[in-house]
């Protein structure tokens, strides 16, 4: 049935169907509406499931970890400085090999602070051997929650998924989002059938001390599954289609694509906007499309060669960045045609840092600006009466 | 010291401690024989967790395990909240009635790093049994000092020399710290009596609710003594009032473990150990009077004589 609803709101509505044993959080904003929907629900008994107010996003990543590893089907969600908080407990949950499934409402990292949407959050963590999902709409960022779950509790998978959604954007933002029946969702989403756990009648031991002869291994394992896991991602999203009839894309998607000469390329909300500036330029005669990566972590390399042999021009936009590097999106886009028979120029820009707004018309001075060049690392719309003071954050009262 | 537990009905006896034998441990190790008194005292329906340090890494080095029981290491600073996770996990499953769960760490994973997800997990009320093996120092990274090291103890990071007597700070009162969250329970203990120590844990398991075990485990190589003196160095710390043995029940003094007739003086504990030689040197009595401050202190606020 379809809801005019918050997107917190139809995320927490997901989760309840997705039936998880434990959730644990510590509110953040924008994160918060998704944990006091939840709580709501634990409260009002529509949800069988062990809702922990913990004291930290480090105690809670590490409770879910705990639940996990005794079987549990379990869920956390976060952003920004959270995330960075719960940083060590990512890399351990990954290491461990526990299907914990958390929702990044994605947010700025301080200083300064900064409680708005951009995307530095995910790219901190972006090797903590997480599958990572970026989410354009309210329907999607719902909808993958399910998935993820199918996705990293998959016996030959079991990985943690992380589903990103922009913070305030889609967080905050009403729209009508379908939402599934129990039923179906049961049906699309079995009960979690753990390989390991913790067991009185099956004791084993989990985090062990493993040394240099053994170590690298268990590394190679998590990179070869997060190679593994792409034809799962794909198979969740059409098994999805086929229970619900909604499709998002797999690893990625693309939009007007099939004829475009020029393509941008990005993750999340942005998305939309991007929707609109293609239909505009469209109709003005531009061969113009969208490639949206919808899985950043594994990188759909393979699949973006594959829509790409005749695009001319990528603009990557992202909202984040590598400092004393580049773009992270825009290094991996280039990465990838490396070595391949159709080489397109590759720009890339850098925009919507800390929830600055991003509209039709920035997006199509980027169209024309770039036409037949190849620009690096530019950000975007920068105000440079304050980008050219020496500390523009350090003031006097 | 093996006990002899029935895990299933129909299959032998198992004879061998939870924490088997032939792990990596110092020989004389206090973590090791603590860790053993805890395990077989409450018996195979336990689950347990591990903080990072010494006790982890003798006994799981892979692909071995000295753990005969269902076992998780995850971090240094998380033992208490992965219990606490496991604990909601089985609650949610239907499946927590008659397991134990028991939640380890050393000193500085306990009192320092450790000490926000304790408190969470104490006030959450989970029913876990956090137990605290306290050797007063980072052993496994090589004998820096923690928050639960002794004043004017010499670590690798409080050395004395020529303008200190070692580890400038007092031992931090973790016992009381846990029994403010009005727990159930939180007791000190010693691997100088194990039968005080294993019955204080069964004690603790027929306890619903949040417990608190501190269990002071000397160490051999950090405290600088021959490792067969583990036992002796245990019970002298106690016997001077440097380590009270003591029960609280939600937030009050229930019970102490008095010292009138056995009581010595602090110099038969800190003389024994390297990492106070450094105060019987010249200049050192106004450090000693300090430490026996320390010892009457406590003395007198737990009645211990």
Known sequence: MKKLIEGSMAVAEMVKLCRPHVIAAYPITPQTHIVENLSQFVADGEMNAQFLNVESEFGAASVVLGASAAGARAYSTTTAQGLLLMAEVLFNISGLRLPVVITCANRAISAPINIWNDHSDAMVVRDAGWVMLFAEDNQESADMHPQAFKIGEDSNILLPVMINMDGFILTHAFEPVDIPDQADVDAYLPPYKPVQFLDINNPMTFGVLAEPQWYAETRYKIAETLEDVKPVIEKAADDFKAKFGRYYGGLIDTYRMDDAERVFVAMGSIIGTLKETVDDLRAKGEKVGILKIRSYRPFPKEKILEVSGHVKEMMVLEKAFSYGSGGMLQEELRACFYGAKNQPKISGFVLGLGGRDVPPSTLKKIYEHSRGKVISNEFVDLRQDVAQQGSPFAMKF | ?305
């Not at chain 2, 380890?104 to 926000?116: E, K, S």
């Open chain 2, 1 to 305: 010291m093996a006990d002899t537990t029935e895990v299933k009905k129909g299959k032998a006896p198992v004879t061998e401690s939870l924490l088997t034998s032939g792990h990596r441990a110092c020989a004389g190790c206090g973590e090791a024989l603590g860790a053993k008194l805890v395990m077989d005292a409450a018996g195979p329906n336990t689950i347990a967790t591990c903080a990072t340090g010494c006790l982890e890494v003798f006994s799981t080095p892979y692909p071995e395990s000295a753990w005969r029981m269902p076992w998780i290491h995850s971090l240094f600073e998380n033992s208490s909240a992965v219990a606490a996770g496991i604990e909601a996990a089985l609650l949610a499953m239907g499946k927590a009635e008659g397991i134990n769960i028991i939640a380890q760490g050393g000193d500085g994973g306990t009192a320092d790093i450790g000490i926000g997800c304790l408190s969470g997990m104490l006030e959450r009320g989970h029913n876990v049994l956090y137990v605290c093996y306290d050797n007063e120092a980072y052993m496994n990274t090589g004998v820096q000092r923690s928050g639960l090291t002794p004043y004017d103890a010499r670590t690798s990071t409080s050395p004395s020399g020529a303008v200190s007597w070692g580890n400038q700070h007092q031992k931090k009162n973790l016992l009381e710290i846990c029994a403010a969250h009005g727990i159930p329970y939180a007791a000190t203990a010693t691997v100088g009596y194990p039968q005080d120590l294993a019955s204080k844990v069964k004690k603790a398991l027929k306890i619903k609710g949040p417990k608190f075990l501190h269990v002071h485990v000397p160490c051999p190589l950090g405290w600088i003594y021959p490792s067969e003196k583990t036992v002796d160095i245990a019970r002298i710390a106690v016997n001077t009032g440097l380590f009270p043995i003591v029960e609280f029940e939600y937030n009050k003094l229930t019970r102490v473990r008095k010292i009138g007739k056995t009581r010595q003086p602090v110099e038969d504990y800190l003389k024994p150990q390297g990492r106070f030689k450094h105060l019987f040197k010249e200049g050192g009595e106004a450090e000693l009077e300090k430490i026996r401050q320390i010892a009457e202190n406590n003395i007198q606020k737990y009645n211990l004589v």
